[in-house]
């Protein structure tokens, strides 16, 4: 199964990017392998949370593992049927090391307020 | 002339100086004050104008006909502001996100997207003290503001001095207020954030090619950075508005300057000819 954790390299080593739509790198991880495709992410001034849901969709990933999701992207990937796990933390290994032992938390609604909203936590 | 009183920075005292100047230059002469603050207007606060016209602004969402809609994604791939996404079996708008520009209806090929009228606020015009009055308000829970300053700018007269209070910031609302002015007149503190803020409005008014000149307000805190960089940078700094609990207490309870200390007329009524020399150079 393809599952996509949010990277703030190229790498597996990198430390998780918290942000989702904002991330630097979405590593696209092969649960099985652990086989991973780095995509940049270089999203324009508006609708980034969008535009990665957009990407994962196209990318048939199953799943993103980050650190934070916002409304737009929340919205997106649970109409593209994708589940989200939130609040991981160190590496983007570590992160798909907790994915896969069943400890992080499964994210049922957005995380912080989205671009503009004024609705950070 | 059409002067638009802006700053980078919100709260430095834009709509004082919007007021006070648009009330002195009323004794001599036809003026309309907007304002363009749609975010939060409140000029009104200050002038209690009498409304006699409003309409309401909309914005065409796209509505997409699944019956029609073959999922191709073009729809998608057009929308500069990913306001559309091609999500599992269905296309989803993203409401705020939609400017309006109505590409995503175009360019489908199969006709499936109509446009559907949202509405986004109101524009309303009146007199106010013998002013010519009119502002724009954003509906709440809408994000964007452009839509409503660009129908505010239709009810400019052009045979009136016009005295815009602009937007705060750098981004689209102000830039869609500084795109149609003769001169900026620019707003700010004597602080580190006063002088980081007017020098993005500065970046912004250069591009735009737009004359400029400053206001510093609350003059007398902070320090003396904003002025050596108006020096430097060759920006005339017109007038100086101290820190005075006597303004402060007028502004609090809505009274303009110019009405709580009437001595400010002649100084705010001069900032038209100071204005027209900037612009002259």
Same mark, same amino acid.
């Given at each position: 199964?393809?599952?996509?954790?949010?990277?703030?390299?190229?790498?597996?080593?990198?430390?998780?990017?918290?942000a989702?739509g904002?991330?630097r790198?979405?590593?696209?991880?092969?649960?099985?392998?652990?086989?991973v495709?780095?995509?940049?992410?270089?999203p324009?001034?508006?609708?980034?949370?969008v535009?990665a849901?957009?990407?994962?969709?196209?990318?048939?990933?199953?799943?993103?593992?980050?650190?934070?999701?916002?409304?737009?992207?929340f919205?997106?990937?649970?109409?593209?049927?994708?589940?989200?796990?939130?609040?991981?933390?160190?590496?983007?290994?570590?992160?798909v090391e907790?994915?896969?032992?069943?400890t992080?938390?499964?994210a049922?609604s957005?995380?912080?307020g989205?671009?503009?909203?004024g609705?950070?936590t | 002339?059409? $002067?638009?009183?802006?700053?980078?920075?919100? +709260? @430095?005292?834009? #709509?004082?100086v !919007?007021?006070? /100047?648009?009330?002195a230059l009323?004794e001599?002469?036809?003026?309309?004050?907007?304002?363009?603050?749609?975010?939060?207007?409140?000029v009104?606060?200050?002038?209690?104008?009498?409304?006699t016209?409003?309409?309401?602004?909309d914005?065409l969402?796209?509505q997409?006909d699944?019956a029609?809609?073959?999922?191709?994604?073009?729809c998608?791939?057009?929308?500069?502001?990913?306001?559309?996404?091609?999500l599992?079996?269905?296309?989803?708008?993203?409401p705020e996100?939609?400017?309006?520009?109505g590409?995503?209806?175009?360019v489908?090929?199969?006709g499936? $997207?109509?446009?559907v009228?949202?509405s986004? +606020? @109101?524009v309303? #015009?009146?007199? !106010?003290r013998? /002013?010519?009055?009119?502002?724009?308000?954003l509906d709440?829970?809408?994000?964007m503001?452009?839509?409503?300053?660009r129908?505010?700018?239709?009810?400019?007269?052009?045979?009136?001095t016009?005295?815009l209070?602009?937007?705060?910031?750098?981004?689209?609302p102000?830039?869609a207020?500084?795109?149609?002015?003769?001169?900026?007149?620019?707003?700010?503190?004597?602080t580190s954030?006063?002088?980081h803020?007017l020098?993005?409005?500065?970046?912004?008014a250069r591009?735009?090619?737009?004359?400029?000149?400053?206001?510093?307000?609350?003059?007398?805190?902070?320090d003396?950075?904003v002025?050596?960089?108006c020096?430097?940078?060759?920006?005339?700094?017109?007038?100086?508005?101290?820190?005075?609990?006597?303004?402060?207490?007028?502004?609090?309870?809505g009274?303009?300057?110019?009405?709580a200390?009437?001595?400010w007329r002649?100084?705010?009524?001069?900032?038209?000819?100071?204005?027209?020399?900037?612009?002259?150079?």
């Amino acid at each position: 199964m393809r599952i996509c954790v949010t990277g703030t390299g190229a790498s597996l080593d990198a430390p998780i990017d918290p942000a989702f739509g904002r991330a630097r790198y979405f590593l696209l991880v092969d649960s099985e392998t652990l086989a991973v495709e780095a995509l940049e992410n270089a999203p324009g001034a508006h609708g980034a949370g969008v535009e990665a849901a957009q990407r994962m969709a196209e990318r048939g990933v199953k799943a993103v593992i980050t650190g934070n999701v916002g409304p737009n992207a929340f919205q997106g990937l649970s109409m593209a049927g994708i589940e989200i796990f939130t609040g991981a933390t160190g590496t983007a290994r570590q992160a798909v090391e907790a994915y896969q032992a069943g400890t992080l938390t499964r994210a049922n609604s957005p995380t912080r307020g989205g671009h503009g909203r004024g609705l950070r936590t | 002339m059409r $002067i638009a009183v802006a700053s980078g920075k919100g +709260g @430095t005292g834009k #709509t004082t100086v !919007a007021v006070s /100047l648009a009330l002195a230059l009323a004794e001599t002469q036809s003026v309309q004050l907007l304002d363009c603050d749609v975010e939060e207007p409140n000029v009104h606060l200050f002038v209690h104008p009498e409304i006699t016209a409003a309409h309401a602004v909309d914005k065409l969402l796209p509505q997409v006909d699944e019956a029609i809609c073959q999922r191709c994604g073009d729809c998608v791939r057009a929308c500069e502001f990913h306001a559309l996404a091609l999500l599992g079996q269905h296309i989803v708008v993203f409401p705020e996100l939609c400017h309006g520009c109505g590409r995503c209806t175009l360019v489908c090929p199969h006709g499936a $997207i109509d446009e559907v009228a949202h509405s986004l +606020g @109101t524009v309303e #015009t009146g007199t !106010a003290r013998g /002013l010519l009055y009119g502002q724009g308000a954003l509906d709440v829970g809408e994000a964007m503001a452009t839509p409503i300053i660009r129908e505010l700018k239709r009810e400019i007269r052009p045979e009136s001095t016009v005295v815009l209070d602009a937007p705060p910031g750098t981004g689209c609302p102000a830039i869609a207020v500084l795109r149609w002015v003769d001169i900026a007149l620019l707003v700010t503190e004597p602080t580190s954030f006063g002088l980081h803020d007017l020098k993005a409005a500065v970046g912004v008014a250069r591009t735009l090619d737009v004359p400029m000149a400053v206001v510093l307000n609350r003059a007398g805190v902070g320090d003396d950075q904003v002025e050596a960089y108006c020096a430097q940078e060759r920006i005339p700094l017109l007038l100086k508005i101290p820190f005075d609990r006597a303004i402060a207490s007028s502004y609090a309870v809505g009274i303009p300057l110019v009405d709580a200390l009437p001595e400010w007329r002649k100084a705010f009524a001069e900032l038209e000819e100071e204005l027209r020399a900037v612009m002259a150079e």
